[in-house]
Structures are given as structure tokens and as C-alpha cells.
């Protein structure tokens, strides 16, 4: 049966708009919604009762990731802690597909904040799929 998980990425409240460009660029464009407010989330028979501000719904999910699509998608911002609680069903969000999104992420969150203090880039993607960024400083 599908259900919720809540999961602990490594995301940080203060890098949102890192998350949000990667999971439009893994989603879609139009199919991430964000949200002040925390909205409700839906399941497989709509009793999931979890709530979040960056949601992708599951007819996105289905669409994009090619998944059965039961479950939406919710990144629930903690600021407890400044880092988001992720809402989904591994069913319809398989490990490897948040790899990609946290490899995505990362990549946009260094080379902010490494542009930011003046160096250049340049991406390689190996051969096993690592993606390798070598910066550059000039003085």
C-alpha cells in the first residue's frame, strides 16, 4: 500500500530557490508550486494529512518520473532547524530520482556561492555520472 515517508534531505531553508530550480529542472518547469504557506499534500486515498510549501503533484510525479504517481511530492520547511522535511512515497520517488535532484542542488548551491567569491567554472560529467566542477581563481 502506498503511504508517507518523511525524509531529511540535506536542504537548506536559505538556499530555496537552489531546490526549487532543481526540481523544476527534474519536474518541469510548471509543475513545482511554492507556496508562504504550508498547503495540504494528497495520497493514494487522500488521508496523508501532511502539509508543505514546495509541492509537486502526483500527476507531475507520473508525468515526469514515469511512476505509478499515487503520492504527491512535499518539502516542508523546518525552521527549527532551516532545513526541509521531505513528504513522499519511495514508490513514487525512487532513491536514485532524489539523488539526482540533491546532485542538482548541490551543484547549484557551490557554484553560487563560489561565483560569489569571484571563480570561474568548468563542468565535467564522468563517466559513472559524478558530476566534476573544477573553480578557478585568477588573482
Known amino acids: ?3 508517507y515517508t518523511e525524509l531529511k534531505p540535506k536542504f537548506l531553508v536559505k538556499s530555496e530557490a ?3 530550480a532543481s526540481l523544476r529542472n527534474t519536474f ?3 509543475a513545482v508550486e511554492v507556496h ?3 498547503v495540504s499534500i ?3 486515498d487522500s ?3 501532511k502539509k508543505a510549501h514546495i509541492v509537486i503533484r502526483k500527476a507531475d510525479v507520473k508525468k515526469a518520473l514515469g511512476v505509478y504517481g499515487w503520492n504527491d511530492i512535499g518539502y516542508e520547511r523546518d525552521m527549527k532547524d532551516g532545513m526541509y522535511k521531505l513528504w513522499a512515497d519511495p514508490t513514487d520517488f525512487p532513491k536514485e530520482k532524489q539523488n539526482l535532484v540533491a546532485q ?3 551543484e547549484r548551491v557551490a557554484t553560487k556561492k563560489l561565483k560569489a567569491q569571484g571563480y570561474t567554472f568548468k563542468r ?3 563517466k559513472d555520472g559524478v558530476v566534476k566542477l573544477v573553480a578557478t581563481k585568477y588573482s
Open 47 to 49: 488521508q496523508a494529512g
Open 124 to 126: 565535467e560529467v564522468l
Open 28 to 30: 518541469g518547469e510548471n
Open 36 to 38: 508562504d504557506k504550508a
Open 18 to 20: 537552489e531546490l526549487i
Open 1 to 3: 500500500m502506498s503511504h
Open 104 to 106: 542538482d542542488y548541490a
Open 42 to 44: 494528497g495520497g493514494y
